[in-house]
């Protein structure tokens, strides 16, 4: 009789074990944002091929998209299903091409945008004009255009370290830089 209690209160407490798993699990999945959700979906589907962007702000369905590698700012917003009506791109230069991890913002009318030179006084290699990297030191107007001409032809700087690309900074300009900029 007592092999018999024992079994039931095992199979008891095995039964209480599994459905506070079950409880558990429910809850811990519940706790997950839809947006992750999507994410991980999204990027089940990329490939070699294919870049994540991270695409916020006024568009339709904010969060990451994967496009096809070269895809340009103007897709990226498409593939989040579009602006909103309170969206203004104007600002946005929506035939610049994406690299794998960049993020596009689009903001509302009236809403200032990104700006090129954040609250440290970092200047940013993506988004600033030739006056604003002219304000580096050791940057004038020409080498300003040739860090502005080489973005819009390859694109996003990736790393802070592909601004050696650019004709006229060497190594030791680029050592004087890098605490200067960001991305």
């Known amino acids: ?17 599994v459905g506070g798993a079950v409880v ?25 091929a294919t870049i994540l962007v991270d695409v916020q702000g006024a568009v339709a369905r904010p969060g ?25 791109a104007s600002s946005l230069n929506l035939a610049q091409p994406l690299v794998d991890g960049a993020q596009v913002s689009v903001p509302a009318a009236g809403e200032a945008t990104p700006g090129a030179i954040d609250a440290a006084g970092l200047v940013s290699l993506n988004a600033a004009t030739v006056d604003e990297l002219d304000t580096l030191p050791r940057i004038g107007p020409t080498l300003a255009g040739a860090i502005v ?22 190594p030791a300009l680029l050592a004087h830089l890098e605490p200067l900029v960001t991305l």
Request: hydrophobic share 55%.
């Open 64 to 88: 990451v998209v994967v496009l096809a590698d070269g895809a340009r700012v103007l897709d990226a917003i498409a593939r989040a299903g579009g602006t909103t009506p309170e969206a203004d």
């Open 1 to 17: 009789m007592e092999h018999g209690l024992r079994w039931r209160i095992g199979v008891g407490a095995a039964a209480v074990l």
């Open 149 to 170: 001409a080489h973005r819009d032809e390859h694109g996003p700087f990736a790393a802070i370290a592909d601004l050696d690309a650019v004709p006229g900074i060497g």
């Open 24 to 48: 558990g699990a429910v809850v811990t999945q519940a706790a997950v944002p839809q947006v992750t959700q999507a994410v991980v979906a999204d990027v089940a589907e990329a490939s070699a």
